[in-house]
């Protein structure tokens, strides 16, 4: 896999080809198929299997942005620190529960050794951490949220609880962390 792009005209089609990918990733990682997305994104299938050999790549690489533009909201919020770390928590909720093509290869990814999926798995889970530290300061707490994160959108796919449910737990996890954080 190619790294992202640095000049200017080849950005545009990088960042085309990924918010294109976000249309697909609503229904599923086998709906992804590349040479249709490089269709409807409109560049050669040569340059976006440069980019991202497998649609599991291209998936991944999606989430990795999106994360990334998270991160940069998160650092520049002056929102009261309960409801920013909050904010961010469940945006990441949203993304992995909306885009099932996302949370299916984040559920079948496995780290090999060298590989770019886990190098590209790596950044993902770094970032993820990176937002949630921002909010809360503290990567012990980022990493408990970021795991019930996990565990609520595979309860709710499984429909053991309801969006509204796991929203509502989502938000109690944060603000009883966060209240532990304080007093201590």
Known sequence: MAPPPTLPRQRLRYVRILDVAAGF???GLD????????????????????YF??????????????LGELLAGSSADGKVAAQALAGVVMEIFHMRLMQPAVEQCLNRAVYVKDTDTT????????TA??????ACGDAAVARVLLLTVTGLV?????????????????KKACS???RAQQAA
């Not at 269709?39 to 040569?46: R, S, Y």
């Not at 609880?161 to 737990?169: N, V």
């Open 25 to 27: 990733a609503r229904k």
């Open 154 to 170: 595979q309860a709710v796919r499984c429909r053991r609880l309801s969006l509204f449910e796991a929203e509502e737990d989502l």
């Open 129 to 134: 951490e990176k937002a949630v530290t921002a």
């Open 53 to 66: 050999p497998s649609s599991t790549q291209l998936v991944l690489a999606l989430y990795r942005k999106q």
């Open 31 to 50: 709906s992804v198929v590349l040479s249709e997305v490089a269709a409807k994104a409109d560049v050669p299938l040569g340059t976006l299997y440069r």
């Open 119 to 126: 190098r590209l798995l790596r950044e993902i889970d770094a």
């Open 176 to 178: 009883l962390l966060q």
